[in-house]
């Protein structure tokens, strides 16, 4: 189940931190059932990484909200 922003949005940084890695350690653990041809859903992980995207996207917005620009 794809993540929507405004649910996003609802989180603390540092939830979003926390599943961040938790996404990224499971795109990590899909990529090698794909290699290892053992994975069952492979639609999961273009999800996975549109869900990662949209943290990250939320994280930035936030920062640039702040005043954190480059």
Sequence with gaps: MALRPE????WSDEEIRSRLEQARRELFHLRIQWVM???KD???IR????D???ML??????????GGGR
């Design 7 to 10: 649910e996003i949005r609802n």
């Design 37 to 39: 041809g053992q994975l």
């Design 42 to 44: 492979p639609n999961r």
């Design 47 to 50: 999800a996975l990484r549109k």
């Design 52 to 54: 990662i995207a949209r």
């Design 57 to 66: 996207t939320i994280l930035r917005e936030r920062e640039l909200a702040r």
